[in-house]
């Protein structure tokens, strides 16, 4: 990142209220634990503002998987409706691995989607816009057995 874009990052806050990549930092441990209450619990999927890697001060409104609490937030794993099969190869020589997860009712226009397992996410209480649905528990248990060969789950 340009010295430009790092102090634009800087002034504007680093990131909008919400969001914080933490890396391969170890998280709690995930315990799936849905419940329909409006807050967000382990296994369901939220909508929260995500920043981009190169660019931490923009990003964009997408779903991510709940893994578990954080504090007085949460640890979850970012979807894409992109299919990042086709360019697997190069997505892991970046660092970024990914798993199918299928279709659910967070994404209106029923894509399937994947999450991405190497990336933890942080989210603040603030930063969670609303749940979109709660992932079978079969495929959530499958997402934590393969980001722990990322994160200390």
Sequence with gaps: MSIGKRIG?????ISR???TAIGTTPAPGATYAPERDGEPDP????????PYEDDPSQGKDRPVLV????????????LSS???DLDAEDEARYGRYWMDIGSGRWDSAARPSEVRLDR???LDQDGVRREGAVLDRDIFDAVITAARTHHAL
Excluded at 9 to 13: D, K, N, R, T, V
Excluded at 43 to 50: F, I, K, Q, S, Y
Excluded at 67 to 78: A, E, I, K, P, Q
């Design 17 to 19: 209220p919400g969001t």
């Design 9 to 13: 990052a800087f002034i504007s806050g």
């Design 120 to 122: 933890l996410l942080r």
């Design 82 to 84: 992109q299919d990042h």
């Design 43 to 50: 296994g369901e999927v939220v909508w929260a503002w995500v």
């Design 67 to 78: 893994l578990d609490t954080d504090g007085d937030g949460w640890v979850g794993l970012m």
